[in-house]
């Protein structure tokens, strides 16, 4: 039987080439915060706990972890004393304790649990995730033989030889759990900056006799962001994965490279997705969905048979159901249109509920907000919402209703009924030809008069 895993984040550190007052570990990729990320990642192993380790007054870091605990590292003395400060919270536990940092994103649970199962199988005392590098020259190496990790090399202090291993030290580990706090115990700052180094635990499990092992994954997986440039870097990689996925799934996507989703975006198989689409968190799209070019989506379910744009903005709270349409510069915002129901141009339609197979008119707007409050727009099934009208909420249009074009109405309107709120027309024959030269002997004497 495989012993249960404990996790500790480590998240104290801080990067001031983020230029900014949030958090390193709070700036998003695909709409979560990076460590979320990271939390999603090793939450998929069922551990049996989680800590974070946290610098001093990092409470929306404490927050971004709930409810897993958090723990203080009081000084910045390096990787081995943050996690030496986790001790605490991992009384009881001697099963293997895979330690990674909130800044790692793209760390994935497959590679993890690749790490701790190797480690479990090989008896290691210590077990370090490596990677084939690119350009190993910023890296520590790791340096095999015959199976073991014999020792990690920081670059600096590497000889020629060294300098040729191209297999790299990405920074996650994983103790076993009886001996990890012997092994961070004994973690000295005799270097040049005084910290403890969490990568000392290899040379000390080896002068014990204990067995260390390093596990390979992709060099991907293990990019930290420490800028925003890095932030940037890691988002485009993040987004080729999530594309990639989704494809696999069975959706289309004409042209990927222009699609930018969210973590949490669920779309099911055969939805097609034109070019130039955002999807913000809280999107889910059904099948047979079609989502056209130029499209702004977030917190919305999407029904089975929908079309929606090109152009058009969905925002949160919606719900838009089977066969809808949504066409071109049609914004909804809270707002569920039922089944069939059709607003295919120029139209806001903000806290609103639509009626199956109703239909809205070009220009037609929901005024629902009166400067200090919002207010619904209820439409019942069948009605006609004629061109360039306007719905002043609260109010009701019953089922089978016709708004006549042009309307502004302020009143409920029955069910069957037609709905006219329009000024009266006043036409005065052959007026328009002194009304120009009227016009147009005005607009002379001003332009003389600007001389």
Same mark, same amino acid.
């Given at each position: 039987m495989k012993p249960s895993v404990a996790v500790v984040v480590l998240a104290a550190g801080a990067s001031t080439r983020m230029k900014s007052a949030l958090p390193k570990v709070l700036h998003p990729l695909a709409g979560w915060p990076m460590l979320r990320h990271v939390l999603e990642s090793v939450m998929r192993l069922k551990p049996a706990r989680i800590v974070g380790v946290i610098a001093e007054d990092a409470k929306e870091v404490a927050a971004a972890f709930a409810p897993h605990v958090t723990v203080v590292q009081h000084q910045p003395l390096g990787t081995g004393d943050a996690a030496k400060a986790a001790l605490g919270s991992l009384k009881g536990h001697d099963g293997?304790? /895979?330690?990674?940092?909130?800044?790692?994103?793209?760390?994935?649970?497959?590679?993890?649990?690749? /790490?701790?199962?190797?480690?479990?199988?090989?008896? =290691?005392?210590?077990?370090?995730?490596?990677?084939?590098a690119r350009d190993p020259s910023p890296y520590g190496r790791l340096v095999v033989r015959n199976g073991v990790l014999e020792k990690i090399v920081e670059s600096k202090d590497a000889d020629a030889s060294e300098k040729k291993v191209? +297999?790299?030290?990405?920074?996650?580990?994983?103790?076993?759990?009886? /001996?990890?706090?012997s092994l961070l115990g004994a973690i000295g700052n005799g270097n040049a900056k005084g910290e403890f180094y969490l990568t000392d635990t290899v040379a000390i499990s080896r002068a014990a006799g204990h067995r260390a092992i390093a596990v390979e994954g992709d060099e991907a997986e293990f990019l930290?962001?420490?800028?925003?440039?890095?932030? &940037?870097? &890691?988002?485009?990689?993040?987004?080729?994965? /999530?594309?990639?996925?989704?494809?696999?799934?069975?959706?289309?996507?004409?042209?990927?490279?222009?699609?930018?989703?969210?973590?949490?975006?669920?779309l099911s198989a055969d939805?097609?997705?034109?070019?130039?689409?955002? +999807?913000?968190?809280?999107?889910?799209?059904?099948?047979?969905?079609?989502?056209?070019?130029?499209?702004?989506? =977030?917190?919305v379910r999407i029904g089975?048979?929908?079309?929606?744009?090109?152009?058009?903005?969905?925002?949160?709270?919606?719900?838009? =159901?089977?066969?809808?349409?949504?066409?071109?510069?049609?914004?909804?915002?809270?707002?569920?249109?039922?089944?069939?129901?059709? =607003?295919?141009?120029?139209?806001?339609?903000?806290d609103s509920d639509i009626g199956a197979a109703s239909n809205i008119g070009a220009g037609t707007i929901a005024v629902n907000y009166d400067g200090y409050g919002?207010?619904?727009?209820?439409?019942?099934?069948?009605?006609?919402?004629?061109?360039?009208?306007?719905?002043?909420?609260?109010?009701?249009?019953?089922?089978?209703?016709?708004?006549?074009a042009g309307s502004v109405i302020t009143e409920d309107v029955p069910p069957n009924a037609l709905a006219l709120g329009r000024a009266k027309q006043v036409t005065k024959k052959g007026r328009a030809e002194p009304l120009r030269a009227k016009l147009k002997a005005r607009a002379a004497e001003a332009k003389r008069t600007r001389k």
């Open positions: 293997p304790v /895979l330690v990674v940092y909130g800044d790692t994103p793209l760390i994935t649970a497959a590679t993890l649990r690749k /790490l701790v199962e190797a480690c479990h199988r090989d008896k =290691a005392a210590v077990g370090v995730l490596g990677f084939k191209d +297999f790299c030290n990405s920074g996650v580990m994983c103790l076993q759990g009886t /001996l990890a706090a930290g962001v420490n800028s925003r440039a890095e932030l &940037a870097i &890691a988002e485009r990689a993040l987004q080729r994965r /999530l594309r990639a996925a989704a494809m696999t799934a069975g959706v289309t996507m004409i042209d990927p490279e222009t699609v930018w989703l969210s973590a949490d975006t669920r939805v097609t997705i034109e070019p130039n689409v955002r +999807f913000g968190l809280s999107v889910t799209i059904e099948s047979n969905a079609e989502i056209k070019a130029f499209c702004d989506i =977030a917190g089975r048979g929908a079309r929606v744009g090109p152009f058009a903005r969905i925002r949160p709270g919606s719900d838009v =159901a089977e066969n809808v349409h949504i066409g071109n510069f049609v914004e909804l915002k809270a707002t569920k249109m039922r089944r069939g129901a059709k =607003a295919n141009h120029l139209a806001y339609l903000g919002k207010h619904r727009t209820v439409i019942g099934e069948e009605a006609f919402i004629g061109s360039n009208s306007s719905l002043v909420a609260p109010v009701r249009v019953g089922k089978g209703a016709n708004v006549a």
